[in-house]
């Protein structure tokens, strides 16, 4: 089953806080794991992205972390800034032969207070 | 740099009526793609294309026609709109199939049935 579990649905955190937000996955052929970003009014924008032949990747105050086993990923926020307050969407896929078709979760709508 | 562009930003219709979304890209992407998004539910894909007169449907097809004439033009059309419809639309694209592709969004477009 191609589902994609994402939690919290929202999410407060003051300036300056780590903001922590937890996907679970079912179907184990998935082998790519992207995070939108989405702004109000617009759309979804790729953050960063992992594979599962690694367990941490890190971009500036963004990192995701994989736990393959657990079939569980999840994005941490250090500094979390009010210019971090937005939409996020885990999501994931597989190869296929014909599509990008991503699966995304429900998203997680953060909010990060001055 | 315009990348995808959707239109109409928003739209009401009524029960019945019937409407095309428009969508262009400038970045010659073979792949584009439709989803709707509800809140609390993601983004859920509606039809998807792999190249001029190719098209297939998605998780949510149902209510909704596509057609792919050009690389550039990817138009969703709803027939005898629903209140079920009420939704945002975004139009996406990216250069590959694969499912590491980084995928494109635009910006949405706000769609009320009543």
């Known amino acids: 089953q191609q589902q994609v579990k994402q939690s919290p649905q929202s999410l407060i955190v003051q300036k300056g806080g780590i903001s922590i937000i937890n996907c679970a996955y079912e179907n184990t052929a998935f082998d790519y794991f992207p995070w939108y970003q989405q702004f109000p009014g617009k759309g979804p924008a790729l953050l960063i992205a992992i594979r599962p032949d690694v367990s941490e990747k890190k971009e500036g105050r963004f990192t995701i972390s994989f736990n393959k086993s657990a079939k569980q990923f999840s994005l941490h926020i250090m500094d979390s800034q009010p210019g971090d307050s937005a939409t996020y969407f885990c999501a994931a896929s597989m190869e296929e032969t014909s599509g990008s078709r991503l699966t995304f979760g429900e998203g997680t709508q953060l909010t990060v207070n001055p | 740099n315009a990348g995808v562009t959707q239109t109409p930003k928003f739209r009401i219709l009524k029960i019945g009526q019937s409407m095309t979304l428009q969508c262009t890209q400038d970045m010659n992407h073979n792949y584009m793609y439709w989803y709707r998004q509800d809140p609390g539910m993601g983004l859920k894909l509606i039809y998807y294309?792999?190249?001029?007169?190719?098209?297939d449907k998605g998780e949510v097809p149902n209510g909704y026609n596509v057609s792919r004439s050009t690389t550039e033009d990817f138009p969703l059309r709803l027939e005898l709109a629903a209140p079920s419809q009420t939704s945002v639309y975004f139009c996406?694209?990216?250069?590959?199939?694969?499912?590491?592709?980084?995928?494109?969004f635009g910006e949405g477009s706000w769609l009320t049935v009543v």
């Open positions: 996406a694209s990216s250069s590959h199939g694969t499912g590491r592709n980084t995928i494109y």
């Open positions: 294309s792999v190249g001029a007169g190719i098209t």
